[in-house]
């Protein structure tokens, strides 16, 4: 089985790790789940954390294929149309995205303007499709529970799982926001599960659990089937179910929900500006 180079960039502020996924026999490569620089107490964006990406990729030589989003994300900003300006690179999203911007169009009365096709992105993975980076081979599996429009990428021996798995200290996600449901979460995880042992699986976030010093980002199939705190062999889906309805109605939302969405369902775009060409966004008050 192939080993892609796999190269991390962690953003602290958003607890998200950033992936750069290189052929080792090419100079082609991916970059997954990026972030745009968000101070939303002063409605300013930044492109440091992307800059970093850019730099790497240019110093390394590498061409960029592939701006990879496992989902819509609801903690960060995505950086992808920035880097798809400076790098290239076809996008890329779960075809389910439709749903999402469906949903969440009319929560933000998104005008006229808004397509709720997907077209923003270049390509809408469905389960099963493949893609190339190089002479590498993408798969994709549909892991839906978070979001309608999840994905993991499955790509030589490693496996970049979005949001849907933590390190096995921490568990998994969430399944309360719109669309979301925790028994197709657990069908999901399923999934992942049944790749092989040795599947290197990438995180998009860690939040480093109780008597844990370090951020991490990397497991394994094996791992999570043996140690994940909260579906490890012999959970069943009726105790997972339970337990992450629960677990989900103590939780507070994200603190950058409601910019993230709006931005992420976008592709990564700001919504068009009003008529005195300044660019806004929404708080839809008492709607979540």
Not at 69 to 92: F, I, N, R
Not at 118 to 140: H, K, M, P, W, Y
Not at 190 to 209: G, I, N, P
Request: net charge negative; glycine share 8%; with cysteine.
């Amino acid at each position: 089985m192939s080993k892609p180079i796999v190269t991390h960039f962690f953003d602290e502020p958003t607890n998200t790790f950033s992936y750069v996924v290189q052929d080792p026999g090419s100079k082609a490569c991916a970059i997954v789940d990026s972030v745009l620089d968000f101070d939303y107490a002063a409605g300013r964006t930044d492109v440091r954390s992307a800059d970093e990406i850019i730099a790497f990729i240019r110093d390394k030589g590498l061409e960029v294929e592939w701006i990879l989003e496992t989902h819509v994300h609801a903690d960060h900003l995505s950086a992808a149309p920035y880097l798809h300006e400076k790098l290239g690179g076809k996008t890329g999203i779960g075809a389910k995205i439709t749903v999402v911007q469906d949903v969440f169009g009319k929560a933000f009365n998104a005008g006229t303007e808004f397509a709720r096709d997907g077209s923003q992105f270049d390509r809408l993975f469905e389960e099963g499709d493949t893609f190339a980076i190089g002479n590498l081979e993408g798969r994709v599996l549909h892991t839906p529970g978070h979001t309608p429009a999840c994905l993991t990428y499955v790509i030589g021996d490693a496996a970049f799982v979005g949001d849907t798995l933590f390190m096995p200290d921490y568990g998994t996600a969430r399944c309360d926001f719109p669309g979301g449901d925790a028994r197709t979460l657990f069908q999901s995880i399923q999934k992942v599960l049944a790749l092989s042992d040795e599947t290197r699986l990438f995180l998009c976030h860690d939040y480093k659990a109780p008597e844990r010093e370090e951020y991490q980002h990397e497991t394994t199939v094996a791992e999570q089937r043996a140690h994940n705190v909260h579906v490890h062999s012999g959970i069943s889906e009726e105790e997972f179910v339970k337990m992450r309805t629960e677990r989900d109605a103590t939780l507070d939302m994200p603190r950058l929900i409601l910019p993230s969405v709006q931005v992420n369902m976008r592709a990564g775009h700001m919504p068009p500006p009003e008529d005195n060409g300044q660019i806004y966004l929404k708080v839809p008050i008492n709607k979540f």
